[in-house]
Each structure stands twice: as structure tokens, then as C-alpha cells.
């Protein structure tokens, strides 16, 4: 977790691992539908009707590109074909856990997750990823995570299984931080450190408004984010107030509140910085909303929510 509070404080010290590679869906198709058709005459009669149905949904996946995401239905036909005994291991070990049972049989439970083709929070990481379709079956991917170890894993999750290692072209893969980079990952890296018990000290409402600022966030609703994380830095700031002051705050612009509370306390300066942030966004989103406002506008709003919430949790 120590490199994602780095992170979180200072995204272009720290860089993001970038992969960027290009999958055919055609490819992936044709071979899965062999690996398929290979274990579809083993195990139970569910599991073989289960099998065949994942080969009709592998076959009509371009059809759903509107009503139904392709890749969900890519992972349910992976998942089918690694419930079936003797399936290759690699793909059985993407989803379960493999224990001893009191046989002396290998049993397979405790699903799992595998990052493959949608953004997910790990124990210790993230994985960010952007894919667009390039052509009718071929799409672009763009995949970023903040350490090393977290990239080496996911690539890992992809060539377990064989027809997506054959068909995965990797165009580019570097270390970045530039900051149109850096930044795109920073909402679920927060989504993250908000699960983890070092933020257990947080205020639950706190919480709330933060993790309500990454959902519009995700959901590409930047003005409503951009307000709940200056939401949240007004209800530190007002805290820090009364705790001084021991009367209420008062009920004036964040920027005004922030003015009072610098008198009482002598906030670094990169914290003064991200408190900034947040309300030059929130004046933009608020007083000039006739303008759009952009992801960055919100990702700024939310890294001075962040920074203000854990200087606070960690001082007071």
C-alpha cells in the first residue's frame, strides 16, 4: 500500500505502468470454441449444456455489441470451459483457488476475479482498463497500473489462457509520467486506498462524499463529481474550524472557510495546493457552468479531496 499513498500524493513522481496491445476477437473466438468443443463430451450434463451455451454466446458476440458488453460474455464462456474436469490448469487457476481435499483429491472453489478486460481493484494495486474497438472484432487495449508488480500480474491473467496469449499484439509498454497518463488511473487508486483499513479513521460521511465523487467520476458525470469532493473538503475544513474555534463554522464559499482555517492552522503547502485544486474545479463547475468542464477539471477535484482527507486522518 506504501506505493499507492505515494502515489496518491504525488502521481507524476511515482509514474504509472502503461501496456498497450490489440486483441482479435475473431481469433480468440475460433480458438476458444475448439478448447470448448474439446471438454464439451466430459463432465456432467449441465456442465456440457453449459459448454454449448457459451458457444452460442461465443458466436454471436459481435451482436451484442450494443445490449450486452462482448467481453462479459467473452469471460462467461472462459469461466464454463474452466469449471470442466480436466481442463487446462492455467485457466482454472485464473478463477479458483486448487486445495487438497480429505481424498487426497485436488478440489477446486473460492472464485476469483481475474483483471482481464474490465478495471479492478486488487489487494495492494489497481488495473485500469480502456479498450476501443478498432475494427468490427479487433479492439484496442489499454491497460495502466501503478506498480510493476500489479502489470507483471495481469499480463500473467491474459496468457493463461492460450487463445488470448495467441491473439494479444503488444504495441507499447513503458513506464509513464506525463501527466495525461499519470492521472487516469487516480479515482480507482483512491476507490482503493478508501477499502484498505489505513483509512479506518475517516469519518463514514467523509467517506461517503469521496466515494460518491468517484462513481460520477466513473460514470463520466464530472460536474456532480467535482461537487461532492469540494463537498468533502468543506466538511474538513468545517471540522478543523470548530475544533479550533469550538464554535460552528460558518456558512460561507469553501474558499472563504479555507481563509479562516489557515489562521488556526499552518497547512503545508502542498496541502494548501490541493485544497486549491479542488475549489478552482469547484468554481469552474459551479459559477462558470455554462462551460463544460472536463475529467481532468474532476480528477483535480478529487486529488485535492484526497490529499486534504488523509493529511487529516493522519494529523488529527
Not at 64 to 93: C, N, W
Not at 106 to 133: G, N, Q, W
Request: charge should be neutral; aromatic fraction near 10%; proline fraction near 5%.
Amino acid at each position: 500500500m506504501e506505493t499507492i499513498l505515494k502515489y496518491l500524493r504525488n502521481p507524476m513522481q511515482v509514474g504509472v505502468h502503461n501496456i498497450v496491445f490489440t486483441l482479435d476477437l475473431s481469433e480468440v473466438i475460433e480458438s476458444l470454441k475448439k478448447l470448448a468443443e474439446q471438454y464439451a463430451t466430459t463432465g456432467s450434463q449441465f456442465r456440457r449444456e453449459r459448454i454449448e451455451e457459451a458457444l452460442e454466446r461465443l458466436q454471436h458476440i459481435p451482436a451484442y455489441g450494443h445490449s450486452e458488453d462482448p467481453f462479459d460474455i467473452l469471460t462467461s464462456a472462459i469461466l464454463q470451459i474452466a469449471m470442466v474436469p480436466g481442463s487446462p490448469k492455467e485457466i482454472r487457476d485464473l478463477f479458483f483457488t486448487e486445495v487438497e481435499g480429505e481424498s487426497q483429491t485436488m478440489l477446486y472453489f473460492h472464485r476469483k476475479h481475474p483483471p482481464l478486460f474490465h478495471s479492478t481493484t486488487m489487494a495492494e494495486d489497481i488495473v485500469l482498463v480502456e479498450k476501443t474497438r478498432v475494427e468490427k472484432r479487433e479492439w484496442l487495449f489499454n491497460a495502466t497500473t501503478i506498480g510493476d508488480a500489479a502489470m507483471s500480474f495481469y499480463k500473467g491473467c491474459l496468457q493463461a489462457v492460450p487463445s488470448i496469449k495467441d491473439s494479444m499484439k503488444v504495441r507499447k509498454e513503458q513506464k509513464r509520467f506525463s501527466s495525461r497518463f499519470v492521472y487516469r488511473p487516480y479515482p480507482l487508486s483512491v476507490r482503493l486506498w478508501l477499502k484498505h483499513d489505513i483509512s479506518i479513521a475517516m469519518p463514514t460521511d467523509l467517506k461517503a462524499f469521496l466515494k460518491s465523487a468517484i462513481d460520477s467520476y466513473l460514470d463520466s458525470q464530472w460536474r456532480t463529481s467535482i461537487v461532492l469532493s469540494a463537498i468533502a473538503v468543506e466538511s474538513v475544513l468545517a471540522d478543523l474550524y470548530e475544533e479550533k474555534r469550538k464554535t460552528p463554522a460558518p456558512d460561507v464559499p469553501l474558499g472563504n472557510l479555507f481563509d479562516e482555517v489557515k489562521k488556526d492552522i499552518n497547512f503545508p503547502s502542498e496541502i494548501s495546493a490541493a485544497v486549491d485544486a479542488t475549489n478552482n474545479a469547484r468554481i469552474a463547475a459551479v459559477h462558470r457552468s455554462r462551460f463544460p468542464v472536463s475529467d481532468r477539471d474532476a480528477v483535480n477535484a478529487l486529488f485535492g479531496a484526497t490529499n486534504l482527507a488523509m493529511y487529516y486522518c493522519e494529523q488529527f
